[in-house]
């Protein structure tokens, strides 16, 4: 099992950047694809990005594609989430997920939230405009 936590998040002004990292413990993380959501005040969680369990294969969620960047590094159990032209509507508390079932990947697959049965605490981003 892989339990992840964050880090990295802040107050930023529109358009900064800002970069999540998400530490999972558990030897098996090479094994995990991994996923970053998001969820505002008064809204559901949503998917924003997620990669594959060796790491090539990345998937985005239409609203952060071209923006945000997920990149892993197995070597340190370590998944980041560089996020650059922040908008005020990227404002949420973030949480890092790992995937239930080892070595599996695919877009659908990866952007529901049942996939994922392990999640940090979150960390909240908030981006001024």
């Known amino acids: 099992q892989v339990q992840p936590v964050e880090s990295g998040g802040g107050l930023v002004q529109a358009g900064g950047s800002l970069k999540l990292s998400c530490a999972a413990s558990?030897?098996?993380?090479?094994?995990?694809?991994m996923g970053w959501f998001r969820q505002a005040p008064g809204k559901e969680r949503e998917f924003v990005s997620a990669?594959?369990?060796?790491?090539?294969?990345?998937y985005y969620a239409d609203a952060v594609k071209g923006r945000f960047t997920i990149s892993r590094d197995n070597a340190k159990n370590t998944v980041y989430l560089q996020m650059n032209s922040l908008k005020p509507e990227d404002t949420a508390v973030y949480y890092c997920?790992?995937?239930?079932?080892?070595?599996?990947?695919?877009?659908?697959?990866?952007?529901?939230?049942?996939?994922?049965?392990?999640w940090g605490q979150g960390t909240q981003v908030t981006v001024s405009s």
């Open positions: 558990g030897r098996t993380f090479s094994m995990y694809s």
């Open positions: 997920a790992a995937d239930g079932r080892p070595f599996h990947s695919g877009r659908d697959y990866l952007g529901r939230a049942e996939t994922y049965t392990n």
């Open positions: 990669i594959s369990f060796t790491g090539s294969a990345t």
